[in-house]
């Protein structure tokens, strides 16, 4: 009797709580109701109960449950479809339409999602937040009620764009970020394991003897942090002594400089014997710029970047590096962003662990030889 008496309280409070909401006008006809997890997790219990509590609600006539998009605040029938009907065109926006990486990724994405029976537009940011903020309100204004498939801007800084995605959620768009994620938002992403390409990239330097290992990471993208996150758990792990003096943090716009800016990265560069590059064309840049300071690679300064592209291979040092899904992820990506839609507690989380593909820009080194080669890198520093 006393679990029964329970059991009732518990999916009453929920029943309390939607009609006290109902009440205020915080929820109104047609506005769609938290998923069943959250609220759960909001009370402390299980999905069945909250089922039981919104289908008691639907019983009166207060909710009406779409399969596949939610519970809603009934509603005219016609209004309320056109809210609740998904599209079957999946809109996606991303940073760039060129590069190494998106042109394969977004391929492969637009490929599997016809596969499955969805079109696809895509929208570009240029990795910038004005942008990106006037597509977010072309979608909002429009009404659009296109599944989304989005790459963050700048995930590395503060984004005061983040209104607009949460907007958008609870109009019951799905909303699934890939390559990176923004982590003040409760969205699902799916990217490569950024800590684990950081540490495994580190660790393969420690494992050929290095122990004076610089590290050049992107400030304003999430995946910089993260693989400066792996690279010091690398040198946590194996006792080395982490130098930020040793650590070069960079932007978007000091990227495309590298080449013509390169005092700042030389000096952090200063007597080690190998680094850590945060992607493969800030390591092409690094070549270019030891080369014609006399700096050999690898007998002089190891590389090891991350993504595994073209670059790598064309490298005038091929580069080891860490290897970026690219197709793959696409793939997964649009297959996820599916399950969600006719799932929404589907968790469409995914992060792939990274491989190496080890090339000649890295050289084993023992303590003298460490020593030799940090002296010569010394004496060929501007």
Known sequence: MEASMTKT??????????????????????????????IGARFG??????????????????????HGSGSYVKDNKEQYQQ??????????????????????????????LERLGYG???????????????????????ESRDPMIVEPVMSGLPNPNLKYYRELQQRGIPILFFHSFYPELNLPHVSMDDVEAGRIATEYLISQGHTRIAGVFKADDGQGKYRYKGYICALYRAE??????????????EQKLLTREYERLLK??????????????????????????????????SIISIDNSELAKL????????????EVMG?????????????PEFNATYEFVPEIKIRSSVMPVTPETEDEAASAHLRKQI
Not at 95 to 104: A, K, L, Q, T, W
Not at 316 to 323: D, G, H, R
Not at 334 to 339: C, D, P, R, S, T
Request: one cysteine or more; charged letters at 25%; aromatic letters at 4%.
């Open 331 to 343: 793939v997964r990506t649009a297959e996820n962003l599916v399950h969600l839609i006719k799932d």
């Open 120 to 142: 696809a537009r895509i929208m570009f940011t240029g990795n910038q937040v004005e942008t990106e903020r006037r597509l977010l309100k072309r979608l909002i204004e429009e």
């Open 9 to 38: 309280a518990k999916y009453q409070q929920i029943v309390d709580w939607i009609q006290e909401r109902l009440d205020s006008g915080e929820l109104r006809s047609g506005d769609r109701l938290e998923p069943e997890k959250e």
């Open 315 to 326: 490298n005038p040092v091929p580069l080891t590096s860490m290897v970026h899904p690219m």
């Open 83 to 112: 809210k609740a009907v998904l599209s079957s065109t999946v809109t996606i926006i991303s940073s760039y339409v060129d590069g190494y990486i998106f042109p394969r990724i977004l391929r492969s994405m637009v490929e599997t």
């Open 45 to 66: 219990i299980s999905r069945q109960t909250v089922r039981h509590a919104l289908s008691l609600l639907a019983q009166e006539g207060v909710l009406e449950t779409v």
């Open 240 to 253: 080395i002594a982490i130098c930020e003096e040793r650590i070069c943090w960079i932007d978007t716009v």
């Open 268 to 301: 952090r560069l200063r007597g080690c014997t190998a680094c850590l590059c945060y992607n493969d064309e800030v390591a092409h840049s690094l070549t270019e710029i030891c080369i014609k300071q006399g700096i050999r690679i690898p007998e002089d300064l």
